[in-house]
C-alpha cells in the first residue's frame, strides 16, 4: 500500500501560534515522542491524507505537552526491502528502554519481526491511517498475509489510534484488539473561505491519489452517462502511486470522449488547490474503502456539497449540520449508475442543490479542529502503559 490520498491547504500555524494556544490553552513543559513516518511524508509530488496527518500533527502536539522528534524511514512500505528494513530496526533500537514512540502504521504493521520485540522495552503506539489488507486489488493470499503481520504488531503495541470510529470498530473486530486499547483521533480540518463555485452547478471536483481504492474509473463510467449535461471535472491527484491505473484511465476517458471535459491534473497544493476548491460547486468522491475521507471535510471547510460513495468512515466524514442536515449524498460503492442517477437530481433539481449548501454551511462552521486532534492522541500518549521490567512474567 504506497498510495494515500488527500492534500492539505495550510500544514502550519505561524511558529508561536500553537492549537494549544489557539484553544486558550497555557504554555507547559514539553515532553518527547519520537515519530517513526515514511520518509515520503514531506514529498509535495505525492500528497495524501495519511502524510498531511503525520506533518500536522508533528506541529500541534507541542501545544498540548509533546515534542516530537522524527524519524523517517526510506522503504517501500508496508513490503519494503532488507535496506529499509535495516533502517527501521536501527532506528528503534537506538532508542532508549521507555522511550515514548508513536510509528505509522505503514511503516510498522508489515514487519511484526521488526516491531513486536520492541515492544518489550518502548512504549508504543501505533497509528492506523488504513488497514493494510483493505488496500484494493490486492491478492486474497497477499491481503491474508498483511492482516496477519498487522494484527501481530497491533496485538504488541501499547496503544492503537485510528482516524474515524468506524476505523476503530474494523480494527477491534478483524484483529481481535481489546475495545479500550483503540483510540479515536479523526482528523480536524482548517475552515477556509466559503468556495464562490463556478456557476453554482457544473464545476466537479475529485481529489483523491489516482488509485483503484480511489475508483475514479467509476466516475469516469458515471460521467460518461450524464455527458449530455453541462459538467466539467477536475480530478486532483498523484499519478505516481499506480501508472497502469493512470493509463488505463486515460484509455476510458478517450474511449468516451470526455478528455476536454475531464482533467487529471496531478497534484496541486497551497494556492493551486485553493483555487481548485474555490471554482468546486460538488465534491465527487468515488472511494471502494476510506478510513475517514479528509477530502470530504476540506471541502465542507469551504461549503462545498459532497456526492460520495458509502464506505468506510465517509459517513462520518460528510456528518450533519447542527439542523440535522446533511450536506452531501451517498451513494453504493461501485455503482457508477447509482452516482449518475444523483449527478441528474443534482443538475436537475435546484431544490437538492439549496438543502446540500445550506446543509454544507452548517456543517462547516460545526467541524472539528486540529487542536482536538492533538489533545486526543496526546493524551494516548500520555498513558502509554510502561514497559514491563526485565524478567517480568507476562
Known amino acids: 500500500?504506497?498510495?494515500?490520498?488527500?492534500?492539505?491547504?495550510?500544514?502550519?500555524?505561524?511558529?508561536?501560534?500553537?492549537?494549544?494556544?489557539?484553544?486558550?490553552?497555557?504554555?507547559?513543559?514539553?515532553?518527547?515522542?519520537?515519530?517513526?513516518?515514511?520518509?515520503?511524508?514531506?514529498?509535495?509530488?505525492?500528497?495524501?491524507?495519511?502524510?498531511?496527518?503525520?506533518?500536522?500533527?508533528?506541529?500541534?502536539?507541542?501545544?498540548?505537552?509533546?515534542?516530537?522528534?522524527?524519524?523517517?524511514?526510506?522503504?517501500?512500505?508496508?513490503?519494503?526491502?532488507?535496506?529499509?528494513?535495516?533502517?527501521?530496526?536501527?532506528?528503534?533500537?537506538?532508542?532508549?528502554?521507555?522511550?515514548?514512540?508513536?510509528?505509522?502504521?505503514?511503516?510498522?504493521?508489515?514487519?511484526?519481526?521488526?516491531?513486536?520485540?520492541?515492544?518489550?522495552?518502548?512504549?508504543?503506539?501505533?497509528?492506523?491511517?488504513?488497514?493494510?489488507?483493505?488496500?484494493?486489488?490486492?491478492?486474497?493470499?497477499?491481503?491474508?498475509?498483511?492482516?496477519?503481520?498487522?494484527?501481530?504488531?497491533?496485538?504488541?503495541?501499547?496503544?492503537?489510534?485510528?482516524?474515524?470510529?468506524?476505523?476503530?470498530?474494523?480494527?477491534?473486530?478483524?484483529?481481535?484488539?481489546?475495545?479500550?486499547?483503540?483510540?479515536?483521533?479523526?482528523?480536524?480540518?482548517?475552515?477556509?473561505?466559503?468556495?464562490?463555485?463556478?456557476?453554482?452547478?457544473?464545476?466537479?471536483?475529485?481529489?483523491?491519489?489516482?488509485?483503484?481504492?480511489?475508483?475514479q474509473h467509476r466516475l469516469v463510467e458515471a460521467l460518461a452517462a450524464v455527458r449530455d449535461l453541462p459538467w466539467t471535472c477536475r480530478c486532483v491527484g498523484g499519478l505516481g502511486h499506480d501508472p497502469a491505473y493512470v493509463a488505463g484511465l486515460r484509455r476510458l476517458i478517450a474511449r468516451y470522449g470526455l478528455a476536454d471535459r475531464l482533467r487529471l491534473t496531478g497534484p496541486l497544493s497551497g494556492a493551486g488547490l485553493d483555487a481548485a476548491y474555490a471554482a468546486a460547486d460538488l465534491l465527487v468522491l468515488t472511494s471502494c474503502a476510506e478510513t475517514y475521507g479528509m477530502a470530504v471535510t476540506e471541502a465542507l471547510a469551504r461549503g462545498i456539497p459532497v456526492l460520495a460513495t458509502d464506505v468506510g468512515g465517509l459517513p462520518e466524514a460528510v456528518g450533519r449540520a447542527p439542523d440535522g442536515g446533511v450536506p452531501g449524498i451517498l451513494v453504493p460503492p461501485e455503482d457508477p449508475a447509482a452516482l449518475a442517477a444523483e449527478l441528474r437530481g443534482w443538475f436537475g433539481e435546484p431544490g437538492v442543490r439549496r438543502r446540500l449548501k445550506a446543509a454544507a454551511r452548517g456543517r462547516r462552521a460545526a467541524l472539528g479542529g486540529w487542536a482536538a486532534t492533538a489533545r486526543g492522541l496526546a493524551g494516548v500518549l500520555q498513558r502509554l502503559p510502561a514497559p514491563a521490567p526485565p524478567g517480568t512474567a507476562a
Open 1 to 215: 500500500m504506497t498510495g494515500r490520498t488527500v492534500q492539505r491547504t495550510r500544514l502550519a500555524y505561524a511558529p508561536r501560534k500553537t492549537a494549544a494556544e489557539n484553544a486558550g490553552l497555557a504554555p507547559m513543559s514539553l515532553r518527547t515522542a519520537h515519530f517513526v513516518m515514511p520518509a515520503g511524508v514531506d514529498d509535495p509530488a505525492a500528497p495524501s491524507g495519511g502524510n498531511a496527518y503525520d506533518r500536522r500533527i508533528c506541529l500541534d502536539l507541542p501545544g498540548f505537552g509533546w515534542q516530537i522528534a522524527r524519524h523517517p524511514v526510506l522503504g517501500r512500505w508496508p513490503r519494503p526491502d532488507i535496506g529499509a528494513r535495516d533502517g527501521l530496526a536501527r532506528a528503534l533500537r537506538d532508542l532508549p528502554d521507555g522511550t515514548v514512540v508513536l510509528l505509522d502504521g505503514l511503516v510498522a504493521c508489515g514487519v511484526p519481526e521488526i516491531v513486536v520485540p520492541e515492544a518489550g522495552r518502548l512504549r508504543l503506539a501505533v497509528l492506523v491511517h488504513l488497514p493494510l489488507g483493505d488496500e484494493t486489488g490486492l491478492d486474497p493470499a497477499v491481503a491474508a498475509a498483511l492482516d496477519t503481520r498487522e494484527r501481530a504488531v497491533l496485538r504488541a503495541a501499547g496503544a492503537v489510534i485510528a482516524t474515524s470510529d468506524w476505523a476503530a470498530r474494523r480494527l477491534v473486530s478483524h484483529h481481535g484488539l481489546a475495545p479500550d486499547r483503540v483510540h479515536v483521533a479523526a482528523p480536524g480540518a482548517d475552515i477556509a473561505p466559503l468556495a464562490p463555485g463556478t456557476d453554482g452547478v457544473s464545476r466537479l471536483l475529485c481529489v483523491a491519489a489516482v488509485t483503484p481504492r480511489k475508483g
